[in-house]
């Protein structure tokens, strides 16, 4: 037992001193390499966490002190039972998630429980007694539950509906409280110390096994079926094959072993005294463990729950929250040293080399851990390659060599001291301060030419062809070569603020500046502004890749771009750039540039890792095995508020009453990798006309909405972009007030149509009321004119005839003039009579006339038997009012008169049309027909058109002339019945 105890321990530190293997962002990393995630009380965490699943849904389900919680990676829920019973305890102790969608929860005291459709009720088929430790489910759908009864194990099994108390008569005769396992090929194993129980697939009865369990034991499964059991003897395996591992102690009381596989097959132990324990067991070699405790960030030393999601994301629960811990394609070195040069190394990639506080570190190719060859403060600037390295420092200059990675020789080099130093291409060193110097022997010698001249400080040196690129202060980036500096373009050409890193791609040298990119291929600069892309800022590190890509470290973190998306970009600046972030959520950027003047914080080693100085130190990412998340997420509508009230959703049909017009439906995508990355588009159906880009907000608001029914739907995407395209939906249904329903709408348009049918008849009433009032002045007009007549002319006509007669009455009979004047008082007889005649017409009354006579005895003399006239009556016939009668009359007759004096017509025809609200006369002749434009005309020698216009018009009437089809003329006129009908 010692000796294996210490075999144990050496095994153990082996561990944690050894660097990690070189697998990115899969389990196989050493556990201090996974990305490790926690949540705590003030992050909304509940406590004591005894117990986690994940559903069918995809929510992470908690068991916990206060209750029972669920998780979508951002928000906790707590979910409150139906009822809530006295004689339960609020502490969960067991959770189980079933295949058929139900979630069965299990108690400290007070039974089990069941989550289904959203609701949390009871399901005790019994009585409970002791408190729950396990609830399984085994291949044949039967639920097992395993209780703690004062250390008595007591077990209970749901099967086809009906619950069975396990006993003898199941070969179960009880004992120490132990766990309960539900395996893949369908046994159910039961560790009750010191019995190890087996009850086979099909089987009735428990069988023994002849490995003995003892106290605080745990029982797991293995990748390969294996089941394996850990108590305080150790680890081993249930058929009793292989050799007993050590496992650590665990003292805490009511605390028991936990014990869980996960995909990679490494165990994790949880309820251990030193913490969470991660194991690679295998039965023929000794047991590689890995341990974390609060001191290395866990939550709580005190670990009770572990559970393994869908997506490959490992659970722990403690007493004082929660942890995750999951694949990372970047890792960071132990080491928080913070890093003061870009990386330096020779073209093959054997060896990188950068410079930290303490002094120069070298980076074999295919290992973690940076090994420090020169130990020297304070320096600043590093450049060489992997034989020669040239550095500054405060405490002075120096050249060293190297071979095989180690140093064999350091050189003093004379000042200046400098802010950057380059090594070109034909092995020169060179550096820069207020001028440009080159490496002789040990000194520094002044550039020739250009660059020896103090026109602006240096700090940019890059070798590029034959030569340099020289950055000045004041003259920007400028090309130094046999002794001549060229500016490359002119310094306020450049937009994107002061250059921070340069890289030569091939025939392009591309250039990171403060706010933004750009790339320069001899002759033009383009530029991305971060206006336009705002993740092109403070770009500290470039670096091309063999698969075509472009890897850039900057403010916003590292990044990956296609090398056709940016040609693309650069061929038309403002185009979409599609990137790829890498440890954006771990808070991996770069790091401030001040005491750095120009960034070299990407390099690549032989094995193809790509090295990254950041704001947390050195990290690396292995892009031959990037991790990708390629299951869509599953989306969930959690809930809808309407006017401040909450609805249950679980249906997912909805009924609002009448008024509501403020809708917030909340909403989540759970994958549980990178929950902040989750993106999100929604889409309300009767409401939205394309979808909504949400990002990553979980809340659509939506106000003024009309009542009817919606369809809202939402799709989401993981942390890799990869869609869940069916998304969820939501059917709403608003109820409308009554002022909004169809029958309402109906009455009001209703009421409008009788209210514009009132007004027509008021306007009408109005124009028939002028209309008669008109009429009437004119018949009031003829009967005065009726009593001049008759008063003055012709009552003096009637004395001059007396005083002619009494004048012929002294005359001869036999006189000629006698003779002559007789005739003419018989002719003045006439006239008399005829004028009388006249004026008895202008004293008739305004009763009511038949038309068609009238006019028949109106027409009689004009027509003469000149032509044929037909008058037809069509609808019931009514009597006209003697003004409206007259007027008409007037206008028939002057168009029967055109008809006989201009048209040389034959026939006449004359319709009168008695409608209900109007009173139509249609003429029509068949001779020569009215030109189109005289119809229209009104002027000199038109005055027969005129007045019959005016007349009609005059009757609140409307009239038309035009020639008719095939030959002929056509006159209308219509006047509303009010005023036509007597």
Known sequence: MQRGLRLFVLGLCAALLLPGAGW????????????????????????????????????????TATGLYRFDGIRFERITPIRDDRRRSLQITALLAARNGDLWVGYDYGGIAVLRGGKLRDANPWKPSGGVDAIVQARDGSIWVSADSRGEIQLS????????????????????????????????????PPALLVMRLDAARFERLPLRAASSAALAEDAQGRIWIGDDTGLRRADGSGATLPLGSANTPYVRRGMRFDRSNKLWVTGLDEGLVRLSVDATSPVRAEHLAAAQGLTSSLTVAMAQDREGNVWVGTESGLDRFSASNILRIASNEALVTGFVGGADGNALFIAGLAGVYRIAAGTAAPELVFAKQSIGVLCGDDRRLLTFSLAGNFLLALEGGRLQRVVKVSEPLSVVCALDRQGNFWSGMDKVYRLSGNRLVPGPGDGGLRTGTVSKLLPFEDGLIVGRASGGLRRYRGGREVPLWPREAQTIGASSSLQVDGKYLLVGGEAGLARWDGRQLVQLSARDYPFLTGIMGIHPTQDNRIWLIGSNGILRVSRTALDAAFARPGTSLPIERFGYYEDFRARSNLNVMLGNDIAEDATGRLWFATNKGLAYIDVADIARNRLAPPVVVRGLTANGRSWDVSSGDVELPAGTDQLVIDYTALSLVDPQANRFRYRLEGADKDWNDAQDRR????????????RFRVIASNNDGVWNAQGA????????????????????????????????????????????????????????????????LLQGFQGL???????????????DARRLLEG???????????????????????GPVALRPRLGAELAPII?????????????????SAPVAEEIAAVVREAAANAVRHAD???????????????????RDDGRGIAQDRSRRSGPGHYGLIGMRERVERLGGRFSIAADRPRGTRLELRLPGRAAYA
Request: hydrophobic share 45%; charged share 25%.
């Open 24 to 63: 990115a962002a899969t389990p196989e990393r050493p556990l201090a390499e996974l990305r490790h995630t926690r949540w705590t009380l003030r992050d909304g965490a509940p406590s004591n966490i005894r117990a986690i699943v994940q559903g069918r849904d995809g929510f992470l389900w908690l068991g």
């Open 157 to 192: 099994r749901l099967k086809n509906g009906s619950w069975t108390k396990i006993g003898a008569a199941q070969g179960f005769a009880g004992g120490r409280m132990g766990p309960l396992l539900a395996a893949a090929d369908g046994s159910i194993y039961v560790a009750s």
């Open 699 to 710: 809340e659509a608001l939506y106000t003024n909405l009309a009542p009817g029914s919606y």
């Open 729 to 792: 939906t939501l059917v709403l249904r608003i109820a409308p007030r009554f002022y909004q329903t169809w029958w309402f709408a109906l009455a009001c348009a209703a009421a409008a149509v009788l209210l514009l049918w009132l007004m027509i008849r008021r306007r009408v009433a109005v124009v028939v009321a002028r209309a008669r009032a008109g009429v009437q002045a004119q018949l009031e007009e003829r009967l005065r004119i009726a009593r001049e007549l008759h008063d003055t």
């Open 801 to 815: 005839m007396l005083h002619f007669q009494s004048a012929v009455e002294q005359l001869p009979r036999e006189h």
């Open 824 to 846: 003419a008082l018989d002719r003045a007889d006439d006239v008399l009579l005829e004028g009388r005649e006249r004026v008895r017409a202008l004293r008739e009354t305004t």
């Open 864 to 880: 003469q038997g000149a032509l044929q006239l037909e008058i037809e009556e069509v609808g019931r016939v009514r009597p006209l």
């Open 905 to 923: 017509a034959r026939r006449l025809q004359i319709q009168l049309r008695y409608g209900r609200g109007q009173f139509r006369v249609i003429v």
